[in-house]
């Protein structure tokens, strides 16, 4: 999360991982709006600890992974995989082929139920938003990023 200081305009980190550190506040007129109606307030798209997944992603997903005779990879990406449904797709996935390759900044949270990882999965410690581009990268190239061209993934180090 980064803030800007009203005073000196310089961008600073917060960790807001530290309960010491205060978090400042934003007035509510200042939240960014919907450009299309004017009147709600965005949000990003992700699903916060205690919202329910959308219905058509899971439904997608059980479907998938119903369907596939063999998974070769399952990729669990910032999060422990503690919460079902998504924390059982671990081991779904594993019973079908697949190794699993996690990336999360906390080496605690392994996914796989009573298995954790095996020998043959991967673990990568650290920002999904630098670690995800770079191992991509054989596959997509380097990831371009709008407004600034081309990014390279060995600059996300």
């Not at 910032?78 to 080496?107: C, E, F, H, L, M």
């Not at 139920?113 to 999965?121: F, M, Q």
Request: aromatic share 6%.
């Amino acid at each position: 999360m980064q803030c800007v200081n009203a005073g000196s305009r310089a961008i600073r980190e917060l960790d807001i991982s530290d309960d010491r550190v205060e978090i400042p506040q934003i007035p509510r007129n200042e939240l960014p709006r919907c450009p299309k109606c004017g009147d709600g307030l965005l949000r990003p798209g992700v699903v916060w600890f205690g919202e329910m997944l959308p219905s058509e992603t899971v439904s997608a997903v059980e479907n998938f992974i119903e369907e596939s005779e063999q998974i070769d990879l399952i990729l669990v990406i910032g999060t422990s995989s503690k919460v079902y449904p998504a924390a059982g797709y671990v081991d779904q996935a594993r019973a079908k082929g697949a190794k699993v390759a996690v990336i999360n900044t906390d080496i605690a949270d392994v996914p796989g139920g009573e298995h954790g990882l095996a020998r043959v999965d991967w673990f990568f410690q650290g920002d999904a938003g630098v670690i995800v581009p770079e191992i991509l990268k054989p596959l997509i190239g380097d990831v371009a990023r709008p407004g600034l061209g081309q990014f390279p993934a060995s600059e996300l180090r």
